[in-house]
């Protein structure tokens, strides 16, 4: 179903190509992208290139003065996205940020405030479960009981490095806030959505650079392990290590335990088998079952967040979690760093 009152919404600062998938998103469920800008006019061309009709604007102030938007989308450098998404805010407008919020808990806690004293939403894309068929049938599943109460959940995030197509803010940890607080936020995310838990604490975390001496300030490997508040137990490991002959970013998993129950999620590629992959193996007392997820959820999340902008609701996802999930991941990264120091 398609968001049925107008939904107007502006992009800016390109900085991630994940910009393309939270427009297309929010194009998918109804929503109509009405204006553009960013600082460098080369990628602002070839963005509205892929995108016709939508109108370039000539500065980020002409973007907060519109009013026929109620949405800014931006996928911003990460240090810059809190300061970003209060200057809209306190335009009377939502946000729409990629994944990770922020790259400290002091612009978080920033954020926070914003959004309490505004009444505006933040909403962040954590494409790894809300953009992907199987992450999201798995929600569902999970939801409807077929694995019964979640012990554990274990992820899996290699991804593609490729070296030299990455931006020089991309290798400076105080633009990304480091591994765990990137890749890891949508790692703990998902956690926080299929175990049901309002809040956890990091037990280990631990972050390093193993192959890419040459940017001293990289790291390519992370983990980190936390206990939700129902007892459910969650370890993740993120690293930059895809090997080059995969067809695709990351052969990223998830492995869930349940009380009744397990499943795994082959988010993105079945090795050897199909590529593009979205699939869950369950295995319960009915059986064992293959779901062939691909192409089939249609991303419910894009317009539940219409609904959310347009009538103040919160059905696509909670305040709370959205930023929970950048609190905590920002913690395992502060754990890591002091380990490592």
């Known amino acids: 179903m398609r968001a049925s009152s107008e939904f107007n919404f502006a992009a800016c600062y390109f900085d991630h190509p994940h910009i393309f998938g ?8 109804g929503g109509t992208l009405k204006y553009a800008y960013d600082p460098d006019p080369q990628r602002l061309d070839g963005f509205c290139k892929l995108n016709p009709g939508v109108e370039k604007l ?26 970003l998404g209060l200057r809209v805010m306190r ?10 919020p922020a790259t400290s808990l002091e612009q978080l806690e920033s954020l926070r405030r914003c959004v309490e004293e505004t009444g505006q939403k933040t909403f ?17 599943l999970i939801e409807a009981g ?39 936020s949508h790692q703990v995310e998902q956690f926080l959505r299929y175990a049901g838990c309002e809040s956890a604490s990091v037990h280990f975390a631990r972050v390093e650079n193993f192959g890419h001496p040459d940017t001293p300030g990289f790291e390519d490997f992370g983990e980190c392990s936390m206990t939700g508040d129902n007892g ?12 080059d002959a995969l067809p695709t970013w990351g052969d990223g998993r998830s492995f869930i335990v349940g009380t009744e129950g397990s499943l795994e999620i082959r988010k993105t590629v079945d090795p ?43 059905s696509a996802m909670s305040q709370r979690h959205a930023l929970l999930a ?3 991941s920002l913690r395992a990264q502060a754990l890591a760093d002091r380990v490592r120091a």
């Open 272 to 314: 050897s088998r199909q590529s593009p992959a979205s699939l869950i193996f369950l295995t319960n007392a009915e059986g064992e079952q293959e779901i062939d997820c691909l192409g089939q959820t249609g991303f419910p999340f894009f317009e539940r967040l219409i609904t959310d902008v347009l009538e103040r609701s919160e």
């Open 232 to 243: 459910a137990s969650f370890y993740a490991r993120v690293d930059w290590y895809t090997p």
């Open 58 to 83: 000539r500065s980020f102030e002409e973007v907060l003065a519109a009013e026929d938007i109620q949405l800014v989308a931006a996928a911003a450098v990460p240090s810059e996205r809190v300061s």
């Open 326 to 328: 950048a609190e905590l």
């Open 91 to 100: 335009s009377g407008k939502d946000y729409f940020t990629d994944k990770a």
């Open 124 to 140: 962040v894309y954590y494409a790894e479960r809300l953009h992907n068929d199987a992450a999201w049938r798995a929600g569902e």
């Open 22 to 29: 939270q427009c297309a998103g929010l194009a998918s469920a």
């Open 146 to 184: 077929a694995v019964g109460r979640v012990l554990q959940v274990l992820n899996l995030a290699p991804h593609r490095l490729s070296k030299s197509t990455r931006p020089s803010w991309f290798f400076d940890k105080a633009q990304t806030g480091g591994i765990l607080t990137d890749l890891g």
